[in-house]
């Protein structure tokens, strides 16, 4: 109650609540409203489950990707390549390493463990990444272009790294080209149909950039489907599980977020550091909050079709996506307050001047 106390001030001081700062409320009142409802009643969700809703939901959310992708924003970004370089690297290689470790916690129940190790493999958000690092004042291009990046790249990635850190460990053969396919057909599909659509319709592309704060909050409703889901069709399990093991589940996630913040920011200062030129791309702070917002988050939509198509393979998949949904919402708001930090400072140093 006391970290939600102080994000909800951190988003509603005057330098801050805009309509970003809005949308990212109403993402996380989204997917909590999500889980509640589905544990309050589960009928609906398992209606939509058996429907296969949240893979349309998803697709969904990649084709507003696509709409709203603006390719002057991608090329904005190429000045900067060596700080996009790290943090591609940071989410596509460092991340999943960790996976191999958190697969060693003796956990009951295991899905919870390997969905949070699941998690690790995956790529950075798809909205909140872009949206806090323009809060913060970082630059909205770097962190575009990593976050486009790194979810076409983890199409490839993802499979890979599953199988390397997590179905080995669990003595389970992974369906590699099955998934490939299936992330192919649910994230770059949809995505390239938005773009196309984008860049064929002027028409398109101006409804689309005078209604994207529309774009964001359907997105986020959208998003929020898939803990509902989730949720309302493994209730009879999750009201099962003990309290003490949501809150175990939980602080690890919260832990693991704030250990990928400090790897992120400690090594880009290292680099900054080794470089020779004083206007290393490296030392600019738009830049370095741009890679520490993006390269330390990850992505919920790609994880839920994951473990769709792995069709229980690693355990039943509510009980998968459950620390998943927590961990999402729990990098929002720690990023949210370090964001308000951040302003916050760098408003004493104007002052200061």
Same mark, same amino acid.
């Given at each position: 109650?006391?970290?939600?106390?102080?994000?909800?001030? @951190?988003?509603?001081?005057?330098?801050?609540?805009?309509?970003?700062?809005?949308?990212?409320?109403?993402?996380?009142?989204?997917?909590?409203?999500?889980? &509640?409802?589905?544990?309050?009643?589960?009928?609906?969700? /398992?209606?939509?489950?058996?429907?296969?809703? @949240?893979?349309?939901? &998803?697709?969904?959310?990649?084709?507003?990707?696509?709409?709203?992708?603006?390719?002057?924003?991608?090329?904005?970004?190429?000045?900067?390549?060596?700080?996009?370089?790290?943090?591609?690297?940071?989410?596509?290689?460092?991340?999943?390493?960790?996976?191999?470790?958190?697969?060693?916690?003796?956990?009951? %129940?295991?899905?919870?463990?390997?969905?949070?190790?699941?998690? /690790? /493999?995956?790529?950075?958000?798809?909205? @909140?990444?872009?949206?806090?690092?323009?809060?913060?004042?970082?630059?909205?291009?770097?962190? *575009?272009?990593?976050?486009?990046?790194?979810?076409?790249?983890?199409?490839?990635?993802?499979?890979?790294?599953?199988?390397?850190?997590?179905?080995?460990?669990?003595?389970?053969?992974? %369906?590699?080209?099955?998934?490939?396919? #299936?992330?192919?057909?649910?994230? *770059?599909?949809?995505?390239?149909?938005?773009?196309?659509?984008?860049?064929? #319709?002027?028409?398109?592309?101006?409804?689309?950039?005078?209604?994207?704060?529309?774009?964001? +909050?359907?997105?986020?409703?959208?998003?929020?489907?898939?803990?509902?889901?989730?949720? @309302?069709?493994?209730?009879?399990?999750?009201? #099962?599980?003990?309290?003490?093991? $949501?809150?175990?589940? +939980?602080?690890?996630?919260?832990?693991?977020?704030?250990?990928?913040?400090? $790897?992120? =920011?400690?090594? *880009?200062?290292?680099? !900054? /550091?080794?470089?020779?030129?004083?206007? !290393?791309?490296?030392?600019?702070?738009?830049?370095?909050?741009?890679?520490?917002?993006?390269?330390?988050?990850?992505?919920?939509?790609?994880?839920? =079709?994951?473990?769709?198509?792995?069709?229980?393979?690693?355990?039943?998949?509510?009980?998968?996506?459950? %620390?998943? +949904? =927590? =961990?999402?919402?729990?990098?929002?708001?720690?990023? #949210?307050?370090?964001?308000?930090?951040?302003?916050?400072?760098?408003?004493?140093?104007?002052?200061?001047?």
């Amino acid at each position: 109650m006391l970290l939600w106390r102080r994000y909800h001030y @951190s988003l509603c001081t005057p330098q801050v609540m805009n309509l970003s700062g809005l949308i990212i409320i109403f993402l996380i009142l989204a997917l909590i409203g999500g889980m &509640t409802l589905g544990l309050l009643d589960p009928t609906l969700g /398992c209606l939509a489950h058996k429907y296969s809703l @949240s893979k349309y939901s &998803t697709f969904g959310i990649f084709v507003i990707s696509g709409l709203t992708l603006r390719t002057k924003e991608l090329g904005a970004a190429l000045q900067a390549w060596p700080a996009g370089l790290f943090g591609l690297g940071s989410i596509l290689l460092f991340t999943p390493f960790l996976a191999q470790f958190l697969v060693q916690i003796q956990f009951f %129940p295991r899905e919870f463990i390997t969905g949070l190790a699941m998690f /690790c /493999c995956m790529p950075t958000t798809l909205s @909140s990444g872009v949206t806090l690092t323009q809060l913060a004042g970082g630059n909205s291009a770097l962190a *575009l272009a990593m976050t486009v990046i790194s979810n076409l790249l983890g199409i490839m990635f993802v499979p890979l790294s599953l199988a390397k850190y997590i179905g080995t460990g669990a003595g389970v053969s992974l %369906p590699t080209k099955e998934l490939f396919r #299936s992330l192919v057909n649910t994230l *770059l599909v949809p995505l390239i149909l938005g773009k196309v659509a984008r860049e064929t #319709s002027k028409g398109i592309a101006e409804f689309v950039d005078g209604n994207r704060q529309g774009f964001s +909050v359907l997105s986020a409703v959208l998003l929020s489907l898939v803990p509902w889901i989730q949720v @309302s069709r493994s209730r009879s399990l999750l009201l #099962s599980v003990k309290p003490k093991a $949501f809150a175990i589940i +939980v602080t690890i996630g919260v832990l693991l977020h704030l250990a990928l913040l400090a $790897f992120n =920011a400690t090594t *880009l200062q290292v680099l !900054s /550091c080794l470089k020779q030129k004083e206007e !290393s791309v490296l030392t600019r702070k738009e830049y370095a909050r741009a890679v520490i917002l993006v390269a330390s988050q990850k992505t919920l939509p790609v994880l839920v =079709a994951v473990v769709e198509q792995l069709g229980g393979a690693l355990g039943e998949s509510g009980l998968l996506v459950i %620390p998943c +949904v =927590a =961990a999402h919402i729990n990098q929002i708001i720690i990023d #949210s307050i370090l964001v308000n930090w951040w302003r916050q400072r760098d408003q004493r140093s104007t002052s200061a001047k």
